[in-house]
């Protein structure tokens, strides 16, 4: 157990205590004062490992199941015993543009909190010191502790979003560069996977910016209904009078929630107006071949019915007739490309 047990501690008044190693009997310290609860943190435990845990805090199978699986959706689950919530942290890597997820699973009971965290997003250390150093809210109890987090994870999605759209306003500057984003390097900024556009098609790198902004959707989308449930009176194990704090968070979340519809929607945009942009090129492709080749076609043309080697062919038998056919062959090409050139097919 030592190997996955992140951090436990006993919190009385606010404040965290010395306690015994044991987290079982740390929990039955816990309840036995009264006025304290234990935190219990797990990072990645097996089915055996969280055997033990779930036997001695009485967790429901079911929540046991969902934390043991992981890939779970965020919700809100109330059982008898505890109150057991999913949370998707995210994480950007600006060096690849790809945005991670992992998973947090919080249990809430009778003087306890044990939190259970998948991958290697949102770690609580930063979370636990900061509310160790504020003891009034600590003395909340595990109510605290689920604010805080849900807090924490919230505003890095605002963090996150605001990354990705840093970038998003990248790719807008390429694709609507004079270039028309066909492959040049366009503008990026230091350490940005947008380096890779001298390489890596543009269609294809919305297309891969859609599926980060998906990833980060299944994180944000799910997680208002179990908000927006404990920022409401009446849930159980959650303390009376923190429903203003969960009101922020959850205000929080529908701020984040609208900027990832917005890169949603931008995205979907400028894919649209990339492949209209290459629609219309391939256009001009094809009128500037097409306007070479009428310009061709009208000396072969002539050539050819000169070249058919008749004997009974006017102008033959005129010294000039040669350089007469050459003139006439070069003038009706010069007229045909001003007249390309002026309509803007050349």
């Known amino acids: 157990m030592p190997a996955v047990i992140v951090d436990c501690a006993i919190y009385r008044d606010g404040r965290r205590t010395e306690g015994p190693a044991d987290f079982s009997d740390a929990l ?17 435990a097996t089915a ?27 919700k809100l689950e109330i059982y008898d015993d505890s109150l057991f919530m999913v949370l998707k942290p995210v994480r950007y890597e600006p060096e690849n543009d790809i945005v991670s997820s992992g998973e ?8 306890f909190v044990v939190t259970v965290r998948h991958g290697e997003g949102a770690p609580l250390t930063a979370v636990r010191q900061r509310l160790e150093a504020e003891p009034e809210v600590l003395r909340h109890g595990p109510t605290a ?11 890095h999605y605002i963090e996150v979003a605001g990354e990705l759209q840093i970038d998003l ?19 990026s900024r230091p350490g940005s996977g947008s380096e890779r556009g001298s390489v890596t098609p543009t269609a294809e790198r919305i297309y891969t910016f859609k599926r980060q902004v998906m990833e980060f959707r299944r994180a944000t989308g799910p997680l208002t209904a179990p908000m927006a449930r404990l920022a409401v009176p009446g849930v159980p194990f959650v303390d009376t009078g923190s429903q ?10 529908l701020h984040a929630n609208e900027q990832v519809e917005a890169l949603d929607r931008l995205l979907s945009d400028i894919l649209s107006a990339h492949l209209a942009q290459m629609g219309v090129r391939q256009n001009d492709d094809m009128r500037k071949i097409s306007a070479w080749a009428a310009m061709a076609a ?8 000169y070249g058919m080697n008749f004997k009974h062919m006017p102008e033959l038998r005129y010294v000039w007739a040669y350089p007469t056919v ?7 090409v010069f007229g045909l490309h001003r007249t390309f050139k002026r309509r803007g097919w050349l």
């Open 28 to 44: 039955a310290e816990a309840r036995a004062t009264g006025d304290a609860f234990l935190w219990l943190g797990l990072h990645e």
């Open 48 to 74: 055996h490992e969280f055997d033990l845990v779930s036997s001695e805090f009485g967790l429901h199978p079911l929540a046991v199941e969902d934390a043991l699986t992981a890939h779970q959706r965020p």
């Open 104 to 111: 947090l699973m919080v249990f809430i009971g009778d003087s």
């Open 145 to 155: 502790v689920l604010y805080a987090v849900s807090d924490a994870i919230v505003d």
């Open 169 to 187: 306003e990248e790719l807008e500057a390429e694709v609507f560069a004079p270039s028309g984003g066909d492959g040049g390097s366009g503008p």
């Open 244 to 253: 203003p704090f969960f009101r922020d968070v959850n205000d929080h979340l």
């Open 298 to 305: 009208v000396p072969t043309l002539v050539a050819g019915i």
């Open 326 to 332: 050459i003139a006439f062959m070069a003038v009706v």
